[in-house]
């Protein structure tokens, strides 16, 4: 049923459920920091759970709590329980920086969130500190120890693309095949004004340089909607990495995906302003199909692809939204 006007089947929705991150990650929020949303702006339990009945009626399969940081989020077990119990077959995904992941492990075992990404941009404790400006890493490695340890999820690891991932990618991959976890690699979108030295790098330089550590080999039967997935030899056993160039190889023409703020404004793409507020008319009394009809006529309305373009040697790309990644939440 959420057919855009391209034909694209859109199955996944994405549902920030709050700005606010533990984290302040440089390439992430502008110098000045962020206006954070008030309490009033922001969905509440109940209303998030809604929507995302809304969104399952009409044919999204798999969902994805993300931020901000979805687990600063008061009442996100509530929203996950309350969501599973609805829909015991939905697909329940997590993004998260890990940061307080290891409190919520058992939690989301029993809800069966079966799929968990964890942010890391750097296996170095040094550099993650001056990434984040928070000294947290131990506590993110632990989880991934945890997470990857217990029998109940999928982990893969998240990382943004620096030059400096270059001189890491070895410990990177040592790294995954000690854990067992998927890499996944991600070209950096320009989202606000940053502070010091990320320019952007291109996923093409990346793959060259996995080349250059081990038999790589390209598994398309293995692709997403959004990463091109390769595999490598590493310690005796095959590491699987998910290489995600939005930039350079744009995947508008598979994307599924659907965007839900934490505000209550719902993004068709996560480059593109226009979308709809379900906010105001759902706490201004809206029917269930009323709101349906606000969402599939965004969706007719969502462009056939974005047109920011990144050079490497020019040393990145203009930020694309007075938002900040963590209020869209990626």
Known sequence: MLHDSYSRKHSYLRVSLTDKCNLRCRYCMPPGGIDWLRHDQVLRNEEFVRLVRIFVSMGVTKVRFTGGEPLVRKGFIEITRETRRL???????????????????????????????????????????????????????????????????????????????????????????????ILRFIERMPFTDSRGDYSFLSSDVLIEALAGLGELRRDNSIDTSVAMMYTVLRQGREVKIGVIPPMTHKFCSSCNRLRLMSNGRMRTCLYDDEGADLMEPLRSGAADDELAGIIMKAIRKKKEGHSIECRSDEGGCQALSAHSMSRIGG
């Open 87 to 181: 829909f015991p077959e939905l697909n329940l995904c997590l993004t998260t920086n890990g940061v307080l992941l290891e409190r919520f492990l058992d939690d989301l075992a029993d809800l069966r969130v079966r799929n968990i990404n964890i942010s890391l941009d750097t296996l170095s404790r040094k550099r993650y500190a001056d990434i984040t400006t928070i000294d947290a890493f131990d506590r993110v490695i632990a989880a991934i120890d945890d997470a990857s340890g217990m029998n109940s999820f999928s982990v893969k690891v998240n990382a943004v693309l620096f030059k400096e991932t270059l001189d890491e990618l070895g410990d990177f991959l040592d790294f995954a095949a000690e854990k067992n976890v």
